[in-house]
């Protein structure tokens, strides 16, 4: 079973860093696109970027170029999304999510990150 | 950035009812790569069809895409209580990938 399951939720303040994974299992880690989506509360779905965890390929959105790092380890069939200085505005759920020959088929069950003083 | 607009914002239909979503694109995109997404409360959006009109694994028949170009349509042709949900287009052609703003399908 194709299984995506996501690091659990968080609580950071504004200026601190952090790093969510979402780790794949039951299918070959390595040859499908793993994109990280966000969706802010009560709002739509953003797409960020995705890597390919075969040799690490990344493309970013240009909206959030700068902002955030993808990356994965396939070793441990695990992907990444990184902040180095949050702000309130981060405040979302971030969702990964798999892509091969189809769209994003298989989701992560998301992970709260919330940015507060 | 390929913009997807969605219509309507929200639509009020009763069980059994017919569901028309549509969603328009600031620029050609090729059938190939559009995709429709279900996203209950609480959940993680379900892919629903992909290539404009082939359903995903699972999905009910009731459910149908089409359209070409820069207009494309997801049809529920016999509403059930558990499609009541937001629905999202997604253009996977180019990068970046983009998706529509969502179309809320609630009960009258």
């Known amino acids: 079973e194709v299984q995506l399951v996501q690091s659990g939720a968080e609580v950071k303040k504004p200026g601190e860093s952090l790093k969510i994974s979402c780790k794949g299992s039951?299918?070959?880690?390595?040859?499908?696109?793993i994109a990280w989506v966000r969706q802010m509360p009560g709002k739509g779905l953003e797409w960020m970027g995705i890597i390919y965890p075969s040799d690490s390929d990344t493309t970013y959105n240009p909206s959030f170029q700068g902002q955030v790092t993808i990356s994965a380890d396939k070793s441990i069939s695990t992907a990444y999304l990184q902040w180095i200085n949050l702000k309130a505005s981060d405040t979302a759920i971030y969702y990964c999510?798999?892509?091969?020959?189809?769209?994003?088929?298989?989701w992560g069950q998301g992970t709260l990150v919330t940015v507060s003083s | 950035e390929i913009v997807l607009t969605q219509s309507p914002g929200t639509l009020s239909l009763s069980p059994g009812e017919r569901a028309t979503l549509s969603c328009r694109a600031s620029q050609s995109v090729s059938s190939t790569y559009l995709a429709w997404y279900q996203q209950k409360p609480g959940q993680a959006p379900r892919l629903l069809i992909y290539?404009?009109?082939s359903r995903a694994t699972g999905i009910p028949d009731r459910f149908s895409g089409s359209g070409s170009g820069t207009d494309f349509t997801l049809t529920i042709s016999r509403l059930e209580p558990e499609d009541f949900a937001v629905y999202y287009c997604q253009q996977y052609a180019n990068s970046p990938q983009t998706f529509g703003q969502g179309t809320k399908v609630e009960i009258k």
């Open positions: 999510a798999r892509s091969g020959g189809l769209p994003f088929d298989y």
């Open positions: 039951g299918y070959s880690f390595s040859n499908y696109w």
């Open positions: 290539g404009a009109s």
